[in-house]
T-cell receptor, first 112, second 110 residues
Framework: SQQGEEDPQALSIQEGENATMNCSYK?????LQWYRQNSGRGLVHLIL?????REKHSGRLRVTLDTSKKSSSLLITASRAADTASYFC????????????FGKGTKLTVNP | NAGVTQTPKFRVLKTGQSMTLLCAQD?????MYWYRQDPGMGLRLIHY???????AKGEVPDGYNVSRLKKQNFLLGLESAAPSQTSVYFC?????????FGPGTRLLVL
């Protein structure tokens, strides 16, 4: 069963605008990660936030985590056409296997 | 470093045929995973391994078997392919939380 659910399913914006994607999950987590998938390619890790963190930055990416609401958001600032991709959140729990449970993804289109 | 590689890239099977998908990683990672990705479903975990010689079931293991005889390789087998196994298969490996993915194998079962 899917742990994370991204919202919206699809997002279309103009180059230079900010893109915000949300992820909700159901059970307690150890960490939450965001991955990007370009069409026809494998997933690429973007950023990881641990359950005891509230916000994290990496370049143009900003991730927030609210464990009380079981939700996270990914903000991409000053988007570029090259940011066009699908974005997935994935939740990790303790247990030693480092398994992740992925959401269904948000398809982002950045128009030039 | 090649990272995670998958063989083959694309395959067409007839119902009932068998095949093996190969995943190889050169990062000395302990953990390896096989996922399938279907339209609108995200990634679902088929099987995984926490080390050489170990395997475990994931969310959707039925119809698949795996082996991890060498630390760098993780094989996914389909003994009797079914049309429902038409999908894109991704392998991943990790040392800790972050997973590194291969380019995927597109499988079509007729």
């Amino acid at each position: 069963s899917q742990q994370g659910e991204e919202d919206p399913q699809a997002l279309s914006i103009q180059e230079g605008e900010n893109a915000t994607m949300n992820c909700s999950y159901k059970t307690s987590i150890n960490n939450l990660q965001w991955y990007r998938q370009n069409s026809g390619r494998g997933l690429v890790h973007l950023i990881l936030i641990r359950s005891n963190e509230r916000e994290k930055h990496s370049g143009r990416l900003r991730v927030t985590l609210d464990t009380s609401k079981k939700s996270s958001s990914l903000l991409i600032t000053a988007s570029r056409a090259a940011d066009t991709a699908s974005y997935f959140c994935a939740t990790g729990t303790q247990g030693g296997s480092e398994k992740l449970v992925f959401g269904k993804g948000t398809k982002l289109t950045v128009n030039p | 470093n090649a990272g995670v590689t998958q063989t083959p890239k694309f395959r067409v099977l007839k119902t009932g045929q068998s095949m093996t998908l190969l995943c190889a990683q050169d990062m000395n990672h302990e953990y390896m995973y096989w996922y399938r990705q279907d339209p609108g479903m995200g990634l679902r975990l088929i099987h995984y391994s926490v080390g050489e010689g170990t395997t475990a079931k994931g969310e959707v293991p039925d119809g698949y078997n795996v082996s991890r005889l060498k630390k760098q390789n993780f094989l996914l087998g389909l003994e009797s392919a079914a049309p429902s196994q038409t999908s894109v298969y991704f392998c991943a490996s990790s040392r800790k939380e972050t997973q590194y993915f291969g380019p995927g194998t597109r499988l079509l079962v007729l």
